[in-house]
């Protein structure tokens, strides 16, 4: 079991990995060896993700996640496939414990009768400046 938060852990065999060539320099080691990891996980079908949470890491998944619902992480960075698979593995649990964190709710605040006098007054004191600004004609 991978631990995200106290009360949350998904199990490894949810995750899938694939290990695949890596793109850029690297001399003559990166055509042979696979470093680069792609790793996936199913967020639709996970037994351990509540529905709340699920909803909140698909929303961040953002272009990571295909249709069915699955969590693609493509890591290259190192030239390792231990490290590129920690660092993918790392990438997915801070993406759900984001998810699993839950949003503050908004609490609607009103203007105080201050500010709303405040505001009105400028209002008509800018009225005020205008109507001066303007030609009038004179009147015989």
Do not use: H, Y
Not at 58 to 68: N, Q, V, Y
Not at 104 to 129: F, M, Q, W, Y
């Amino acid at each position: 079991m991978i631990r995200i938060t106290g009360t949350l852990a998904i199990d490894e065999s949810e995750i899938a990995e694939q290990f695949v060539r890596a793109s850029g320099p690297g001399g003559q080691n990166v055509n042979k060896v696979s470093t680069a990891v792609e790793l996936r996980f199913d967020a639709r079908r996970s037994p351990n993700l509540p529905e709340p949470v699920r909803l909140r890491l698909e929303r961040l998944a953002g272009s990571r996640l295909t249709k069915d619902g699955v969590i693609v992480l493509f890591a290259d960075r190192f030239r390792s496939q231990e490290r590129n698979r920690a660092d993918a593995l790392e990438r997915l649990v801070a993406l759900i414990r984001k998810a699993a964190e839950q949003p503050k709710k908004r609490k609607p605040t009103r203007p105080t009768a201050a500010a709303r006098r405040k505001r009105l007054t400028a209002k008509k004191e800018r009225g005020e400046i205008k109507r001066l600004r303007s030609t009038r004609p004179p009147s015989d």
